[in-house]
């Protein structure tokens, strides 16, 4: 097991995170349970 320093970032989603969103919804694994 490694030691990271990575951290997670979070933000508010914004209009430019539609596209996104969008194409991730509709992506067949995502689909079939949404």
């Not at 596209?19 to 991730?24: F, I, S, V």
């Amino acid at each position: 097991m490694t030691n990271s320093n990575d951290s997670v970032t979070l933000r508010l989603m914004t209009e430019h995170d539609l596209a996104m969103l969008y194409e991730w919804l509709n992506r067949s694994h995502i689909v079939e349970w949404w």
